[in-house]
């Protein structure tokens, strides 16, 4: 049987898709997470905003926003390449420190009047940054940050955040929280006698669990203390890297 020929390649060029409309899986980058959508652009579906980790190449770690373009012939979304979003987490003025890390956990929500919010989390607080269309950048607001109260002791910590927008415009939080167990046995790993299975091929280490934290409802403007407690009924409840608030 003979082989069809397909395009020739180019020595550091992507390779082009199969399927001839160049429309390929949606992989932006080795790791890669959805923080938001929103109605950017005015099209019938939201884009969606997504955070590459810093593993990622191509597009390289980031912000990024993927514009809409409608559906293919499966009814599956269809995202035009990605656009960078500038990130602005802590004010200049009163840090001199201006963060676009793409390690950091956000939540994007759009609010019935169509403004566009970046909520950022950093430990106990959330940084509030607002979305110029413009400049394509989410702008630290004048309300600031929010601190939280009600939250577990360190080791157990936030790792997730997501914000829900309830039907009279207040809002909730939501926090997926790490129970602080390490899942590598003790040691350091690169060593050429760290051990991380047995002979029987089990596991040495321990598995690290998520469960569920909720605030109170407020305001998006709020700047008194925000109260937040479990919600889950245990500290167990799924495995960590089985969860997402997205």
Known sequence: ??????????????????????????????????????????????????VANLHSMDPGPGLYLYEWTGRNDEGIPVFAPPRKVALSLIDPALRGVHDTSPSMIGSIFQMDNGEIHGWWLNGPE???????????EFKHTSEGKITMTGLPDAPEIPSNLEVLENNNGTLLILLS???????????????????????????????PFEYLYISDTISPEVSAPVRVHQYSLTRKEVLQGYHSLA
Request: charged share 20%; no cysteine.
């Open 1 to 50: 049987m003979e082989k069809p020929e397909g395009a020739p390649l180019e020595s550091g060029e992507r390779i082009p898709l199969g399927n001839g409309n160049q429309a390929g899986p949606f992989a932006p980058g080795l790791q890669s997470s959805p923080v938001g959508r929103a109605y950017v652009f005015g099209h019938e579906e939201p884009d969606l905003f997504v």
């Open 126 to 136: 959330i940084y509030r940054t607002l979305f110029d269309r413009e400049a394509l």
């Open 177 to 207: 929280m790490n129970d602080g167990v390490i899942h590598r046995p003790e040691g350091f790993w690169r060593h050429p006698d760290y051990i991380m299975y047995n002979g029987a091929g089990v596991f040495l280490g321990k598995w």
